[in-house]
């Protein structure tokens, strides 16, 4: 059975930094491209950045560019969100999810979800 278990979240201030986490089981996590999304009440889910299988290569909205990084430890099969200088409107709950497909899969295309986890920034 294939688990995501996403972590790290938490109610901030504006300006502060959070790492998330998502550890992943039951999947040859080395193989996987991974993402990571965000989604707020009344919004469609958004992809924040995806990473591929070797960790060589990232990819992160361009709207995030410089604030956020994604990385990953195929050892111990997880891949972090590193999310520095926070805003308000970084305030979503973060998902990561597990494709096959490529760092430009739609959403549609991933496997496995996480259940997510909360992030929350004050101004």
């Known amino acids: 059975q294939v688990q995501l278990v996403e972590s790290g979240g938490g109610l901030v201030q504006a300006g502060d930094s959070l790492r998330l986490s998502c550890a992943a089981s039951?999947?040859?996590?080395?193989?996987?491209?991974m993402g990571w999304f965000r989604q707020t009440p009344g919004k469609e889910r958004e992809v924040v950045g995806t990473?591929?299988?070797?960790?060589?290569?990232?990819y992160v909205a361009d709207s995030l560019k410089g604030r956020f990084t994604i990385s990953r430890d195929n050892a111990r099969s997880a891949v972090y969100l590193q999310m520095n200088s926070l805003k308000p409107e970084d305030t979503a709950v973060y998902y990561c999810a597990a494709t096959l497909r490529g760092t430009m899969a739609s959403q549609r295309d991933y496997s496995y979800w996480g259940q997510g986890t909360k992030v929350t920034v004050s101004s």
């Open positions: 039951g999947l040859t996590f080395r193989n996987y491209v």
């Open positions: 990473i591929v299988p070797s960790g060589g290569t990232t």
